[in-house]
């Protein structure tokens, strides 16, 4: 069982690291967007071999399924000319990408090394409880932050539809 | 402890690959993408911490406000671009200069 979990590990780490370079060296954005549903799929599938099942599901179809497509679908409406911009590729600032990354790293991997994370499950049940019993408050106000914030983007995009 | 190291490995390079990204791109909407990695990493981050300090339902709602709030930044920033780009006819970070007062 182990040798599978450390295999499929192995895979998914393999697809992130070769989405993540695909999203810097592609050519087309719109190869870039579909880069990063490689990404998403890869985190997605690390969240489901450490337990988090609902989470992974819902990254899938939130994120990958949504934000992703949402973004290819929109350069897809913009056309080629949107794309225009090219990378000014630099050694330096790669150096520097592996500085920030690397403190921004550490944290994390002083945890994740010194006790490795161990498959466990969820209980949905205690978060919806959690949810809705302690963090009532943060969720109406996360709710109707979002739900703001959607109207809004309508709203800009209607009102220059309408200007024009 | 090799699934660690892996998932470890995986973060920092989706950090890289997320900051050298923002550092060269010159296409916004490019910039959101590599945005997106780096918000895929920490999203790993917070999974892999969660399961290493066994804070299972506390991280596991953490992650999941951290997904739902980047979709509907990630709506909201596209709405924004495409509405710049109506404007400017550009999506080239340059054409952000000429926005300012």
Known sequence: MSVWVDAAAAALTLIAVVSAAGIIAARRTFYSAFWLAGVGLAVAGFMALLGFTYLATFHLIVYVGAAASFIAFTLLMLGEEAEAGEEAHDPRKLGLAVLLAAILWFPVAHVVLRHPPLPGSVEWRNVASMLTERLWLPLLITVVGLSAALVEAITLTRGVKESD | ?101
């Open chain 2, 1 to 101: 402890m090799i699934e660690g190291v892996l998932i470890a490995t995986t973060i920092f390079v989706l950090i890289v690959a997320g900051i050298y990204g923002i550092l060269v791109s010159r296409n916004m909407i490019r910039l959101l993408i590599c945005v997106e990695t780096l918000f895929n990493a920490i999203l790993l981050s917070i999974v892999a911490v969660g399961a290493s300090t066994s804070r299972l339902t506390s991280f596991g709602l953490l992650g999941l406000m951290a997904i739902v709030l980047t979709a509907v930044e990630v709506a909201v920033l596209t709405a924004v671009l495409v509405l710049l780009y109506r404007r400017r006819r550009s999506l080239r970070l340059e054409a952000l200069r000429e926005l300012k007062g």
